[in-house]
């Protein structure tokens, strides 16, 4: 089992679509009750909701998940907090591998918003997790 954060928007949905195709199970979280129906029906196995700012409910999404694939909100201004917890859950957990969908050089200085991917990075590094960080472009 494969646990998608973030799993409501644009990457999580196609990240879950390839994930059904190739018949891995999914737990999706996602932010809202009313984004359950819609990734019930594209496939994920079980559906939660939570806030990725709560360590009790991070670590009720992980129980009975081998790895992450974590998308943390878009813009915000808790990325490094909800990159510890979710960082901090998995190790509780025993992950057994963590991928970080981050952004293509997050420590450009005119993009200010991205240091907190930078600094989930760095986080990710010091876990002592297996893990893969995705820096994608546009």
Do not use: C
């Not at 646990?3 to 809202?32: D, E, F, S």
């Not at 813009?75 to 991928?99: C, D, L, M, N, T």
């Amino acid at each position: 089992m494969i646990l998608v954060t973030g799993a409501a928007g644009k990457t999580g949905q196609l990240v879950i679509g390839a994930l059904v195709k190739r018949q891995i199970p999914v737990k999706a979280l996602v932010h809202k009750e009313s984004q359950v129906d819609q990734l019930m029906a594209s496939g994920a196995a079980e559906v939660l909701v939570g806030d990725m700012r709560s360590l009790d409910r991070m670590k009720q999404a992980f129980e009975g998940v081998r790895a992450v694939y974590h998308i943390p909100p878009n813009v915000s201004p808790y990325e490094f907090e909800i990159g510890s917890i979710v960082i901090e859950a998995a190790r509780k957990a025993g992950i057994e591998h963590f991928i970080y969908h981050s952004v293509l050089h997050p420590q450009v200085e005119a993009m200010p918003h991205h240091w907190g991917k930078m600094r989930v990075e760095e986080e990710i590094f010091e876990s002592g997790l297996p893990f893969t960080i995705l820096q994608p472009a546009v």
